[in-house]
T-cell receptor
Framework: DTTVKQNPRYKLARVGKPVNLICSQT?????MYWYQKKPNQAPKLLLF???????READTFEKFQSSRPNNSFCSLYIGSAGLEYSAMYLC??????????FGEGSKLTVL | GDSVTQTEGLVTLTEGLPVMLNCTYQ??????LFWYVQHLNEAPKLLLK?????KRTEHQGFHATLHKSSSSFHLQKSSAQLSDSALYYC?????????????FGGGTRLTVRP
């Protein structure tokens, strides 16, 4: 099974409220990624876990948090959503080969 | 820093015509280049990958050759099909002590018309 599952698929949030997105994979991949995808823009890497080590991109360091309680699960947490957070959030996993397996995404709309 | 450039944001073709989507990159590290394809309402999926200079790689009718001298990895197909309509991303993979990262280009939306 090469499926990466994301929940929820659609999320509506109010400005200032927290958002938690969940991702899971059963391929025993050591790396899990979170990308933000806005229309007509490239997927932007937000952060990734290599095993238990979290790496966050410098320009989004303070905006997103994540946890990986075990190999299979990884969450993306926004403490206080702003309008600019509206986007598709793509989770992916990899065995460090460069071949990423993507989930179908979680579409976040902030109102 | 590492970057990937896809010059065309939108490409519209008539079925049967050849496809060429451009990709150039900048990196100071080992070079692994990928093409990912995303069809409507689906997750991005790997289409092609290469790390070998001047070697053609093929899959599902598409092919690409990594040219390190020109930092290019253009995607080609001899004859476009309606089902090729999708979003195509060129991506650069880097693996160092901090882990592995994939940097995407801006994407090219290919539309194939009858």
């Amino acid at each position: 099974d090469t499926t990466v599952k994301q929940n929820p698929r659609y999320k509506l949030a109010r400005v200032g409220k927290p958002v938690n997105l969940i991702c899971s994979q059963t391929m025993n991949h050591d790396t899990m990624y979170w990308y933000q995808k806005k229309p007509n823009q490239a997927p932007k890497l937000l952060l990734f876990y290599y095993d238990k080590i979290l790496n966050r991109e410098a320009d989004t360091f303070e905006k997103f948090q994540s946890s990986r309680p075990n190999n299979s699960f990884c969450s993306l947490y926004i403490g206080s959503a702003g309008l600019e957070y509206s986007a598709m959030y793509l989770c992916a996993s990899s065995a460090n080969t460069g071949q990423l397996y993507f989930g179908e995404g979680s579409k976040l709309t902030v109102l | 820093g590492d970057s990937v450039t896809q010059t065309e944001g939108l490409v519209t073709l008539t079925e049967g015509l050849p496809v060429m989507l451009n990709c150039t990159y900048q990196t100071a590290y080992s070079t692994f280049l990928f093409w990912y394809v995303q069809h409507l309402n689906e997750a991005p999926k790997l289409l092609l990958k290469s790390s070998t200079d001047n070697k053609r790689t093929e899959h599902q009718g598409f092919h690409a050759t990594l040219h390190k001298s020109s930092s290019s990895f253009h995607l080609q197909k001899s004859s476009a099909q309606l089902s090729d309509s999708a979003l195509y991303y060129c991506a650069l993979f880097m693996n160092n002590n901090a882990g592995a990262k994939l940097t995407f280009g801006g994407g090219t939306r290919l539309t194939v018309r009858p």
